[in-house]
Every structure is written in structure tokens, then in C-alpha cells.
Nanobody, 125 residues
Framework: QVQLVESGGGLVQAGGSLRLSCAAS????????MGWFRQSPGKEREFVAA????????YYSNSVKGRFTISRDNAKNTIYLQMNSLKPEDTAVYYC??????????????????WGQGTQVTVSS
């Protein structure tokens, strides 16, 4: 089994920055995709960013491209989401997810096998 724990959420003013972390524990995999999704009340879960463990290819939603950066630390089994130029519409619960099958569709929630509990990000105007 894989356990995912997010951290780094909080309250920030518009234009500010936050860095989210997601630490994975349990069995390690050489072919792995980890991603970030977010969800606010009344909305569907939305893809934010993903990274392939092997090779480091990254993927971003259009809404965050140019503002957010996903990265990985292989030794720590951890991914990060650096969020800059935050906007009120970025307010959501952010979830970390892991796909152990190295899917070709990292933007799809159904791709992922494990999910964290989420961390709240609130951006004030």
C-alpha cells in the first residue's frame, strides 16, 4: 500500500506564494506518476499538475500553467507544488495522488490509485 500525506496549505493573500508537499510512504516504484488535483465546494475535482517519477515529465492544467511548478525529490519520495501569483480562484482543497501504473493519462482522476487527505489552500483578495 501507498500512503500520501500533503502539507503546506494555508491562508495567503492574492499574489502571494505557497509550496505544497506530498510525501509518499510504503512500497516504492520505479514507474510512477504523482499528481495534484484540487476541489472547491460545488465543483468537480480538477487536475492541476502531474509528474512522472521516471524521467520527470511534467503536465499542467491551463489554469495554472506559468504560475505553478511541480517537482520531485526521488530520494525522499516527495513531490512539491510551488504556487506563485496565487489568485482567489485557486482556493480549494488540494489533493495529492499516485498512479502506480504509469498511465498515459495523468490528467484523469480515474488514473490514480492512491489519494491523500487533502490540504486547504485559501487565497484572499
Amino acid at each position: 500500500q501507498v500512503q500520501l500525506v500533503e502539507s503546506g496549505g494555508g491562508l495567503v493573500q492574492a499574489g502571494g506564494s505557497l509550496r505544497l508537499s506530498c510525501a509518499a510512504s510504503g512500497r516504492t516504484f520505479s514507474r510512477y506518476v504523482m499528481g495534484w488535483f484540487r476541489q472547491s465546494p460545488g465543483k468537480e475535482r480538477e487536475f492541476v499538475a502531474a509528474i512522472r517519477w521516471s524521467g520527470g515529465s511534467t503536465y499542467y492544467s491551463n489554469s495554472v500553467k506559468g504560475r505553478f511548478t511541480i517537482s520531485r525529490d526521488n530520494a525522499k519520495n516527495t513531490i512539491y507544488l510551488q504556487m506563485n501569483s496565487l489568485k482567489p480562484e485557486d482556493t480549494a482543497v488540494y489533493y495529492c495522488a499516485a498512479d502506480i501504473n504509469n498511465s498515459a493519462y495523468p490528467s484523469e482522476p480515474g488514473t490514480y490509485d492512491y489519494w491523500g487527505q487533502g490540504t486547504q489552500v485559501t487565497v484572499s483578495s
